[in-house]
T-cell receptor
């Protein structure tokens, strides 16, 4: 069956631009997570959705970051006024309720 | 202090050897514990959950010591295919399922 998919796989943008990163979770998974992984580090939690609502957005670094999941399936992570420090791999994961989190391949974001 | 601490390595180990990793966590209220494996430029994948009683899956053994707040992973008879980064992962103690990762320990198995 299909796993978690993320698009684009790579995104290069210029400082100050707006980007959107998309995540398609495993069908039927109600929980969806966004993490960010910088080089040499483990993934860091950003935001968690249960259904359509953000159950925990405590990991979002500042108000330039926003995520939505309007129909409880696909999610979009939105970053405004990108900065060079936003460069990282953005990972999405999904799970059934209280189940194992399955990760997508990530979007590698490079801000020039 | 980081919530989850691991020795980043690298560990360079000959094929067939036994290798062990430890990890410590700071929040005593943490509920669930895992080891994830991450290959270069790939996503993390669950290797195994870690239970208080200890658990084994083939060549892999994981143990949890709640009193000392550490988690271990033992790999026996290591294979070339075991080369990867091993991430120690702790579930957030307030039960909302978010995971806290260590920095990972890089393992290279040498032929």
């Amino acid at each position: 069956g299909a796993g978690v998919s993320q698009t684009p796989s790579n995104k290069v943008t210029e400082k100050g631009k707006y980007v959107e990163l998309r995540c398609d979770p495993i069908s039927g998974h109600t929980a969806l997570y966004w993490y960010r992984q910088s080089l040499g580090q483990g993934p860091e939690f950003l935001i968690y959705f249960q259904g359509t609502g953000a159950a925990d957005d405590s990991g979002l670094p500042n108000d330039r970051f926003f995520a939505v999941r309007p129909e409880g399936s696909v999610s979009t992570l939105k970053i405004q006024r990108t900065e060079r420090g936003d460069s990282a791999v953005y990972l999405c994961a999904s799970s059934a309720t209280s189940g194992t989190q399955y990760f997508g391949p990530g979007t590698r974001l490079t801000v020039l | 202090r980081k919530e989850v601490e691991q020795d980043p390595g690298p560990f360079n180990v000959p094929e067939g050897a036994t290798v062990a990793f430890n990890c410590t966590y700071s929040n005593s209220a943490s509920q669930s514990f895992f080891w994830y494996r991450q290959d270069c430029r790939k996503e993390p994948k669950l290797l195994m959950s870690v239970y208080s009683s200890g658990n084994e899956d083939g060549r892999f053994t994981a143990q949890l010591n709640r009193a000392s707040q550490y988690i271990s992973l033992l790999i026996r008879d290591s294979k070339l295919s075991d080369s990867a980064t091993y991430l120690c992962v702790v579930n957030h103690p307030f039960g909302n399922e978010k995971l806290t990762f260590g920095t990972g320990t890089r393992l290279t198995i040498i032929p």
